[in-house]
């Protein structure tokens, strides 16, 4: 079965440090996603991405957010200056060949632990 | 987005069916239902998507009335292994903003 892969697993970093999280959604799909999860929190909606620009991204995603699709497979999210409240599972998803209806695909998600 | 609503939480026992039910008072003409299970610690997986009436697959089924303003989430015979948060979302075709809401914990017991 095609799957979502997410690098690296766990993450810990200081306060003030970029973190850069890594996706390899599944191929041929056109629709990415980023979601966060903290600890005993429902999953919150960061950003979508489709056609290698931001499609739509929540209030959580400000100016120290980015995302980016450096080449045909991987799918990054870099958090600029990390502070202790990014502390939180962070989930890769992706979904549609030809619309964003469907299964979302998510990876096992990459846990942040900012000190 | 439609916004929805769930139970919070529910216990069953195993070899019970479970029935959880989603309002989507807003739901717009092109969005589609879909539920998610998630266990602690892992990403959240896809369970079954419809559009009305009934979808059945292999592992539930789902009830969408004529209206749409809710849909019904049918886990028969749980087991313990059922045990974990259950998450309606309603979005359309380019509705890039899929969301999640709180979610229900269904908890099951031997």
């Known amino acids: 079965e095609p799957e979502v892969t997410q690098t690296p697993s766990h993450q810990v970093t200081q306060m003030g440090q970029e973190v850069i999280l890594r996706c390899v959604p599944i191929s041929n799909h056109l629709y ?3 979601y966060r999860q903290i600890l005993g929190q429902k999953v919150e909606f960061l950003v979508s991405f489709y056609n290698n620009e931001i499609s739509e991204k929540s209030e959580i995603f400000d100016d120290q957010f980015s995302v980016e699709r450096p080449d045909g497979s991987n799918f990054t999210l870099k958090i600029r200056s990390t502070k202790l409240e ?3 599972m962070y989930f890769c998803a992706s979904i549609g060949r030809t619309s964003n209806t469907g299964e979302l695909f998510f990876g096992e998600g990459s846990r942040l632990t900012v000190l | 987005l439609a916004k929805t609503t769930q139970p919070i939480s529910m216990d069953s026992y195993e070899g019970q069916e479970v029935n959880i039910t989603c309002s989507h008072n807003n739901i717009a003409t092109n969005d589609y239902i879909t539920w998610y299970q998630q ?3 892992q990403g959240p997986r896809f369970i079954i998507q419809g559009y009305k009436t ?3 697959n292999e592992v539930a089924s789902l009830f969408i009335p004529a209206d749409r ?3 019904t989430l049918s886990l028969p ?3 313990l292994s059922d045990t974990a948060v ?8 380019n509705d890039y903003k899929l969301s999640f809401g709180a979610g229900t914990t269904v908890t099951v017991r031997a």
Do not use: Q
């Open chain 2, 54 to 56: 009934k979808v059945t």
């Open chain 2, 86 to 93: 259950y998450y309606c979302l309603v979005g359309g075709n």
């Open chain 2, 69 to 71: 303003k809710s849909s």
């Open chain 1, 32 to 34: 990415f996603y980023w």
């Open chain 1, 86 to 88: 990014d502390s939180a």
């Open chain 2, 39 to 41: 266990f602690p610690s």
């Open chain 2, 77 to 79: 015979r749980v087991s």
